[in-house]
């Protein structure tokens, strides 16, 4: 990976700064922070405070604030460039020489550009939600069934966008934008045929998608007509938007105090987490459209160190969390791993709130499994182990499952624990 904001957003969703200052401040947690005595003076009262979830360090006794960049900058007399290097390695990132600087500039110019073009159609298809909500029927009905209320509504910025092919594409140009850099903003569609440009998201409800930084970067829609193929779909991959790295939900989660618990729940689908939202687990995220990838497990520690994973109960939601539970296996450390919650059969945590079945659903998340538990059931769950081959059979998968595990403390404890069921 080469030089530039790609890369410093890596290493940040990669590394926590508790973890980086740790190494030279002993800290102690203090309700979401940490606190320990300022590595840059000699103080007896700590005022040294770390915040994993925004992401900087903050010394009240010299005025010193940043990032773990500045810290390692600053603690061991490093340029920006060593800094990176430095922490990237930490983070096995590979990273290339070479860099740049007229090229990233003008990258960053671009950037910029998409920014500005989907915060103002984040705005307009507010606007046209709005409107329709006075008018549409249809939408209203829709709205009312999901329990997409007036607070749901604002809280996740949902929107609309018309019918015609062409509206979007038209506000825009009226903003003075170009063709280009709207067709780089993954809101237009090129027709194969003829080449004409079609609104990706025409007639679809909005659910505007955020980076980690409360910045809109894409948008999903879903479909209000039958005639309309797929029914959820996605911006494409951006200069601002790689699917498999944000969570939807996470900026609605970051700014609710339940965070606080320690609770962080993975769904698979935006009404999923919109439901939850509205029945008071205001801490659930999902993945957007593709299968859950560690980058987002990982960025998920930052508020939670076990994330419970709480896919749909049909066979597709039961296989990703087969293959969730062996795709963390490299990543998992001390204090760090997963818990699982297996849903019944057909249902996603949507379909039991709307079935009034929100009881049931807080009993199932209550009896979550840990990792290590999910992986073991996996393996023994209604089968027999009543021959020397099949017991061989059943420690081979185990070794297989432990090889996996790269932390010498948590493998031991698994080599352990597997040995005790065994």
């Known amino acids: 990976m080469k030089f530039g904001n790609q890369l410093i957003e890596e290493i940040k969703m990669r590394l926590k700064v508790s973890d980086i200052v740790a190494r030279k401040v002993k800290l102690k947690p203090r309700g979401e922070e940490f606190v320990g005595l300022s590595p840059f003076s000699n103080e007896k009262t700590p005022s040294f405070t770390v915040s994993d979830q925004k992401g900087f360090y903050h010394c009240f006794s010299t005025g010193e604030h940043g990032s773990i960049f500045d810290f390692i900058m600053k603690t061991e007399n490093l340029t920006f460039k060593e800094a990176v290097k430095k922490l990237a390695k930490e983070a096995n990132i590979r990273i290339e020489d070479g860099f740049n600087q007229t090229k990233n500039i003008e990258q960053i110019n671009k950037i910029n550009v998409l920014k500005e073009i989907l915060k103002e159609t984040c705005k307009w298809y507010q606007e046209n939600l709005k409107r329709e909500l006075k008018t549409n029927s249809f939408i209203n009905e829709l709205f009312k069934k999901r329990n997409f209320n007036r ?17 979007t594409y038209n506000f825009l140009k009226s903003k003075n934008f170009t063709t280009q850099d709207i067709l780089d903003s993954g809101l237009l569609i090129v027709s194969q045929k003829d080449k004409k440009k079609y609104d990706r998201f025409n007639n679809r409800i909005i659910f505007p998608i955020f980076d980690y930084y409360s910045n809109v970067v894409a948008f999903g829609g879903r479909a209000l007509s039958k005639k309309q193929v797929v029914k959820y779909i996605n911006s494409p991959s951006t200069l601002l938007y790689k699917k498999g790295d944000l969570l939807f939900g996470w900026k609605q989660s970051k700014d609710e105090t339940t965070l606080n618990n320690n609770d962080l729940f993975i769904v698979e689908g935006y009404t999923d987490v919109i439901s939850m939202h509205n029945i008071g687990f205001k801490n659930t995220v999902a993945p957007l459209g593709t299968a859950l990838t560690d980058k987002q497990i990982i960025k998920s520690w930052q508020v939670s160190n076990e994330p419970t994973i709480c896919m749909d109960g049909d066979t597709a939601g039961i296989k990703a969390a087969e293959r969730i539970s062996e795709l963390i296996l490299p990543f998992i450390k001390p204090g760090y791993s997963l818990n699982f919650v297996q849903l019944p059969t057909d249902q996603d945590p949507d379909s039991l709130i709307l079935l009034n079945k929100v009881n049931q ?42 090889n996996k595990i790269k932390d010498y403390k948590v493998r031991k404890n698994y080599i352990s624990f597997f040995k005790q069921k065994f």
Do not use: Q, R, Y
């Open 361 to 402: 659903l807080n009993l199932l998340l209550k009896n979550k499994i840990s990792l290590v538990d999910f992986l073991w059931n996996k393996l023994v769950f209604g089968k027999n182990f009543n021959t020397p081959e099949k017991k061989a059979a059943l420690d081979e998968k185990l070794k297989d499952i432990i």
């Open 151 to 167: 607070n749901i509504i604002e809280t996740f910025h949902l929107g609309f966008a018309p019918k015609s092919f062409e509206a």
